[in-house]
């Protein structure tokens, strides 16, 4: 074991660790008391440290480096300098059978596993008794979980789980997922968001929305002229025939023009939401924008709802680079449109066109549909 760990320059973070540890914490502050401890813990680090200057570190990475540097754990560095295991609270061989006989007790299996149970038993900080009550709940939980690069094929929402943001037990199941993904711990609301909706589930079954209009089951709404924003929860319109564009203004002017034709509005994004409704049409006719992005979600749109092309050719390209319009220039990301080989061929013309400009012919057809 390499002992440079004992120089008085660690001497700060070491204190600050031993405190994050034993409260469970996920992060540490720390300050640099000088130039020298500031020029060590950056070395260890692998990042900027300013003597005097306050910085958060994240005690699963410091674990990562203190391994890479000194050649064993956190924990066993903390043990060595205070004389007793930092947290103290469950013992390394019974976290690693009560969370081992958990998993494997609902089936979880990959190489992730014993990277999470390591994990869960340095950071999670649960007692013997919390965790013989918590392990097979989270167990159960995580093999719900979508843990593989493909999209999921159905949503769960985080209480389906029986799961409560900020408790223990959501805690684990998080971990459990970063781990399998490959990816760090997430560190703000957003980016657990984007983590639970990789795994294929929501945080609620509310907030996240797609915009229609003229949806069955939604006639009461269309009759007074107003749009639905549809929930995972009222995704359900199995069979129906749909029109799929990307911008609002094109399910507003619908609304103006009388049209009936049910109608989906992306907003530029495949949520959720979007996904499950695309993945029950009976068909759907797909336009979006005129730029890299745009035909990006064309594609997936096309692909989920097994689709057709709507006005999204290299002719309705060049028809729609009417004189006189302030169009944008392309950004110089690659175009795909496997739909029509000869539409980016067509973009070379190097103008993005957004649907807002063809908006007046995409309402001419949905009042014939």
């Not at 209009?213 to 009461?220: E, I, L, R, T």
Request: proline share 6%.
């Amino acid at each position: 074991m390499n002992e440079e760990y004992l120089r008085p320059e660690f001497a700060v973070l070491w204190r600050q660790a031993r405190t994050a540890v034993a409260r469970g914490q996920v992060k540490l502050g720390f300050k640099a008391p000088d130039a020298a401890a500031a020029s060590a813990v950056a070395g260890l680090l692998g990042r900027e440290v300013t003597a005097g200057v306050g910085m958060t570190v994240v005690v699963a990475d410091l674990d990562v480096r203190v391994r890479a540097l000194f050649s064993c754990g956190l924990d066993e560095v903390l043990s060595s300098l205070f004389g007793e295991s930092a947290g103290g609270v469950v013992a390394p061989a019974e976290a690693d059978d009560i969370l081992g006989a958990a998993v494997a007790a609902a089936g979880v299996r990959g190489g992730w596993v014993s990277s999470w149970v390591d994990q869960a038993r340095r950071y999670a900080k649960i007692s013997p008794t919390d965790l013989a009550g918590i392990a097979p709940r989270a167990a159960a939980a995580i093999a719900r979980l979508h843990l593989d690069a493909s999209a999921p094929a159905a949503w769960l929402v985080l209480s389906d789980l029986g799961l409560v943001r900020g408790t223990r037990l959501a805690g684990l199941v998080l971990r459990a997922a970063a781990v399998a993904h490959g990816v760090p711990l997430p560190r703000s609301t957003s980016d657990e968001r984007r983590l639970w909706e990789r795994s294929g589930v929501l945080l609620d079954a509310v907030s996240t929305t797609v915009l229609t209009w003229a949806f069955p089951g939604c006639d009461g709404r269309t009759e007074l002229g107003l749009p639905t924003h549809l929930t995972i929860r009222d995704a359900i319109a199995a069979g129906v025939d749909a029109a799929v564009c990307t911008s609002p203004v094109v399910v507003d002017n619908s609304i103006a023009a009388g049209v009936r034709f049910p109608v989906i509005c992306l907003s530029g994004h495949l949520n959720p939401v979007a996904r499950t409704l695309l993945s029950r049409l009976g068909g759907a006719r797909v336009h979006g924008d005129f730029d890299a992005h745009g035909l990006l979600i064309t594609q997936q749109a096309l692909a989920i709802s097994n689709g057709t092309p709507w006005r999204m050719s290299a002719a309705d390209y060049r028809a729609a680079l009417t004189p006189g319009r302030d169009l944008q220039a392309l950004t110089p990301d690659p175009l795909v449109a496997p739909w029509d080989p000869e539409l980016p061929e067509a973009m070379r013309a190097g103008w993005a066109v957004p649907e807002d400009a063809v908006a007046e012919s995409l309402v001419a057809d949905l009042l014939t549909f």
